[in-house]
Antibody, heavy 120, light 107 residues
């Protein structure tokens, strides 16, 4: 059974930093791209970032480029999202998701999400 | 970036109804189109990829069609567990963008 468990969400002030983690199990982690998607309270889904299976290629939404960094540790089956210079509009539930289906950022399985709140 | 537009943004339907949701892309995305279902307080669930291919375990009452710029998701006979918000997403290239969602409510 595919399982994705996000952690690291918190309440913090604008300008702060945070690292999210996503522990994966139930599939061969190193064989799949991985993606972060976020959802602001009461809003729709927004793709944030994707990292290739080896970690050699990373992609970001314009809204986070230069502030967020995605990485992975295939020996630990863990995906990360380093978030710097956080803003109020980064407030959202952050989901990690497993890649699939031969496309750019396409995913099949999702975690339950971790909440990031940026407020002064 | 490619814009994805869903219609309607919400609809009310009864159990047993046939429901169709439309998703339009601002440019040709061939069949690089996925559909997701999200219930309140839950993570999204993948229903369909490649415009018409059902993910493993998704019941056949869900079907997808279309190519190019216009796509549809159809639920053949709406059941209580189908009341949710549905999102389309293109994934032909980065950034993959989602539609605004369609909230399917009980009439």
């Amino acid at each position: 059974e595919v399982r994705l468990l996000e952690s690291g969400g918190a309440l913090l002030q604008p300008g702060g930093s945070l690292r999210l983690s996503c522990a994966a199990s139930g599939f061969l982690f190193r064989s799949f791209d991985m993606t972060w998607v976020r959802q602001a309270p009461g809003k729709g889904l927004e793709w944030v970032s994707t990292i290739s299976l080896s970690g050699g290629n990373t992609y970001y939404a314009d809204s986070v480029k230069g502030r967020f960094t995605v990485s992975r540790d295939n020996s630990r089956n863990t995906l990360y999202l380093q978030m710097n210079n956080l803003r109020a509009d980064d407030t959202a539930l952050y989901f990690c998701a497993k890649g699939c289906c031969g496309g750019s950022g396409m995913v099949d399985y999702w975690g339950q999400g971790t909440l990031v709140t940026v407020s002064s | 970036d490619i814009q994805m537009t869903q219609s309607p943004s919400s609809l009310s339907a009864s159990v047993g109804d046939r429901v169709t949701i439309t998703c339009r892309a601002s440019q040709d995305i061939r069949n690089y189109l996925a559909w997701f279902q999200q219930k309140p307080g839950e993570a999204p669930k993948s229903l369909i990829y490649a415009a018409s291919s059902l993910q493993t375990g998704v019941p056949s009452k869900f079907s997808g069609s279309g190519s190019g710029t216009e796509f549809t998701l159809t639920i053949s006979s709406l059941q209580p567990e189908d009341f949710a918000t549905y999102y389309c997403q293109h994934y032909i290239h980065y950034p993959p963008t989602f539609g605004g969602g369609t909230n399917v409510e009980i009439k």
